[in-house]
């Protein structure tokens, strides 16, 4: 076998070619992070004001955030091998889904029952908006710094903390309503916050996970 100076660069030519550049899935499942916080900080801005507009930007927002999905998804079905375990990556992308996805169910409730946003919907978004923004920052230093991502799984977990009791909070003051249809109308609302604060909280332990792991 030829040992000539292009022998090197024909054996990594033909190389590529037989195997395929391994995706950067850590890269999508930081874009699918992104579409998910570009989507709770709509969700944030809707549960301050209300609009049909900013509703419609958080739907567009899960729609994009899906499809982002669907591509780390591929990427992982076709890696021979990747950085992070690739169940753990299936795991923690099927969790991100699911925070913008309950913030879709609230908007949703809130639109068949037409209970508006209030101070009350707008101080749990708050938290929430930064609980995810902690999560997309953790997703980034997955490899570069565990450590780090660590501190920002704890962050995004601490951030929603307290929407359990903002939650009493505006249980206590709706249960002043002499009016049962307004009660139960904005309880069921009030509730999906906690159900995304709890979806967020899932998403930061295993990420946490991972972190183990890799120590």
Same mark, same amino acid.
């Given at each position: ?53 900013? &509703?419609? *930007?958080?739907?567009? @927002?899960? !729609?994009?955030?899906? %499809?982002?999905? $669907? /591509?780390?998804?591929?990427? =992982? ?75 920002? &799984?704890? *962050?995004?977990?601490? @951030?929603? !903390?307290?929407?359990? %009791?903002?939650? $009493? /909070?505006?249980?206590?003051? =709706? ?41």
């Amino acid at each position: 076998m030829s040992s000539g100076p292009n022998f090197g660069r024909v054996r990594a030519s033909w190389w590529r070619r037989v195997v395929p550049a391994a995706p950067d899935v850590i890269a999508l499942l930081v874009t699918q992070g992104d579409r998910t916080l570009a989507g709770m900080d709509a969700f944030n801005e809707w549960s301050h004001r209300g609009g049909q507009d900013i &509703a419609e *930007a958080v739907r567009s @927002a899960q !729609h994009d955030a899906y %499809r982002a999905r $669907r /591509e780390l998804l591929s990427a =992982l079905q076709a890696a021979l091998s990747t950085p992070v375990d690739q169940e753990d990556l299936f795991i923690l992308s099927e969790r991100i889904d699911r925070v913008l996805s309950k913030a879709r169910d609230a908007l949703r409730e809130a639109e068949v029952l037409g209970h508006k946003p209030d101070l009350h919907s707008g101080k749990m978004a708050d938290r929430l908006a930064v609980g995810t923004r902690a999560l997309l920052t953790g997703f980034g230093l997955l490899l570069s710094d565990p450590e780090e991502a660590g501190r920002q &799984a704890d *962050a995004a977990s601490d @951030a929603v !903390h307290h929407v359990e %009791r903002d939650y $009493r /909070e505006a249980m206590a003051e =709706l249960l002043t309503i002499d009016e049962p249809r307004l009660v139960l109308a904005g309880e069921v609302f009030y509730r999906r916050y906690l159900e995304v604060a709890d979806s967020i909280i899932a998403v930061a332990d295993r990420l946490w996970f991972l972190v183990l792991r890799s120590a």
